[in-house]
Each structure stands twice: as structure tokens, then as C-alpha cells.
């Protein structure tokens, strides 16, 4: 099981990123894919969520209006397209794999908003 998240870098305030993460090794289609983040000293949250099924979105407060995360089934990515961003999104990003209890993470890329 492998997912591979990419995409990172540094950004001004303001300016977008667009996160990807390639998956293989699981049944894609079956599993809800989030994309975390951990800022420092900080808990690790959620900043979007894609439903496997019929592909609804979650966002949290902080990410609604800015993030947009989707995903293709035939290529087994999930993308984060990230605009507007502010330096509190400073943090190490992760995708996850959800379905019944299983749970599959992937390691972090790092995103830095400069003020």
C-alpha cells in the first residue's frame, strides 16, 4: 500500500498550490480519501475529505471557500487545489485512506505560506 503526496513548496500569502497524492496498492474506488495537515506544536487536523461512493466533499471552516480536493478513479490520485493561502496554513500535509477500519496514511509534504 502506497500514497505518494506531492506537491509542496513555498508560497506568498495569497498565492495557491496544488497537492496531489498517487495511491496504488488498495482498492481505490472503495475508500474516502482525506488530506491532513500538522502544523507544529499543533494537533494533526482535517482540511478536506472526498466520499468514495458518490465523491461528496467535506470541508472544515478554515479550509470552505479556499480548498478543493477531488479525485480520479482511473488514475487513483486525489488533488488538493489550495488558493488564497495564509501563513497559518504553514504545515506538513498528508492524504489517508478511509474505508470501514481500515486506514491507510501517507507520508507529508510540507507547505509554507511566507507573510
Known amino acids: 500500500v502506497q500514497l505518494q503526496a506531492c506537491g509542496g513548496g513555498l508560497v506568498q500569502t495569497g498565492g495557491s498550490l496544488r497537492l496531489s497524492c498517487a495511491t496504488s496498492?488498495?482498492?481505490?474506488?472503495?475508500?474516502?480519501i482525506g488530506w491532513f495537515r500538522q502544523a507544529p506544536g499543533k494537533e494533526r487536523e482535517e482540511v478536506a475529505c472526498i466520499a468514495s461512493s458518490d465523491a461528496k466533499t467535506y470541508y472544515p471552516a478554515s479550509a470552505k471557500g479556499r480548498f478543493t480536493i477531488s479525485r480520479d478513479n482511473a488514475k487513483k490520485t486525489v488533488d488538493l487545489q489550495m488558493n488564497s493561502l495564509k501563513p497559518e496554513d504553514t504545515a506538513v500535509y498528508y492524504c489517508k485512506g478511509r474505508y470501514l477500519f481500515h486506514e491507510y496514511w501517507g507520508q507529508g509534504t510540507q507547505v509554507t505560506v511566507s507573510s
Open positions: 496498492g488498495f482498492a481505490f474506488d472503495d475508500y474516502a
